[in-house]
């Protein structure tokens, strides 16, 4: 299904940020372990009725050194670029500004529908101080308190009102969604060139929704994919892709779309730390991953380059221990045709299920080899018994006595164990611990 996208936008300090850390709850991603991801939010999953949402914060997206009108003009374009519904802010207790006027003009000339909250409205006298903002032409302003939590149901509902229309327009994409990743210049672009061979086919936008301009379909072994090339976005003209945090975000929302993620590094270069950050996101989203390095014809190369290489990217990369690595060149087009075999295999780990029969034995066997371990007062770890509940990452429940006694070694043995018993190349797996009552 359709998952849309709403950007918060307007003038600093109206209560954009606590806005978005109500809407978005208190989510946690299940992996926290990743080293090197930024963990400042402003790309999140929100939740309202029946709908999922992504959720932007652009007023977390700063570009240094340019003027204020220019920044928050920036603000807007990225929200209308990025968004299917915009939520724009004002400060109920202040009169309009200069600032929100000029937001509101630039928000209306786009053709995105745009939900005006007027904030710090916190208590129930202060409703009449919201008239004055119809003057900004974008229909009805909502009265909320982001500090205490109120009149959001309201806007919300505003909100996703406008994603019934959207669900209804889009078609049902049952492709593979492959995304390419990667600092600028390691060759995404030229790769995506290279796997299509011929001059690339654009497929043209879809009215009315932020599908991107750079998807581009591609078949493989009677199989339909669809290459995702975050570089094009760059490439199409504007603008704000040098600013760090808009190109992490652009490379969450990719990663996001995506089954399976290509993680690009540049084999001239070697590893940088922008390489590790990027890698990261793909990781704790869950994709399958396939690691390759490109320009391998630039390389001079003997016998033990190519170990060398993968030994540095384990060493860099330790929490990715799970994808497999190719070495490959757009240029030339060599070693290219190893390519959609790793994906086609880290696809298939990732969809994989186990029966649960079989999954209990592994179980069994593993806390025979390796006994669960002890707490100081030498309470034992129980593993009842096991289930796998999703794919994609594949996802395993296991019921235990108490899930204080799970430490991280052991889920990490066991995670090994499940891996040496049924492979799961390229895909990260999950594993939770319940109580069993
Ligand atoms: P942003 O710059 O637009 O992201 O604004 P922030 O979310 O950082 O909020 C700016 C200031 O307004 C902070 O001091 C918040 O505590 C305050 N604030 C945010 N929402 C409300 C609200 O609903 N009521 C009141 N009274 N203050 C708020
Ligand atoms: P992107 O920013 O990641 O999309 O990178 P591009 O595809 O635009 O490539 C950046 C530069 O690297 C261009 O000058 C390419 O010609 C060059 N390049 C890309 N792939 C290769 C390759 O496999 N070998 C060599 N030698 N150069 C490459």
Redesign the pocket.
Known sequence: MYKPTVAVVGRPNVGKSTLFNRIIGERKAIVEDTPGVTRDRLYAEGEWLNHTFNLIDTGGIEVKDEPFQEQIKMQAEIAILEADVILMVVNGREDVTRDDLFVARILQKSNKPVVLVVNKIDNFEMRNDIYEFYQLGLGEPFPVSGSHGLGLGDALDEVAGHFKQLEMDVEEDTSIKVS?I??????????V?AILGEERVIVSNIAGTTRDAVDTPYTYDGEAYTLI?T??M??RGKIYESTEKYSVLRASRAIERSDIVLV?LNG?EGIREQDKRIAGLAHEAGKAIVIVV?????VKKDEKTMRDFELDIKDNFQYLDYAPITF?????SARLKTLFPLIQEVYESSIKRIQSSTLNEVLVDSVSMNPTPTDSSGRRLSIYYGTQVSVKPPTFVLFVNDTELMHFSYRRYIENQLRKAFGFKGTPIHIISRKRN
């Open positions: 390419l990667g600092r600028p210049n390691v060759g995404k672009s030229s790769l060139n090339d570089a094009g760059r490439k690009i001239e490109n320009k391998w014809d630039a490959v060149s757009a240029l030339t």
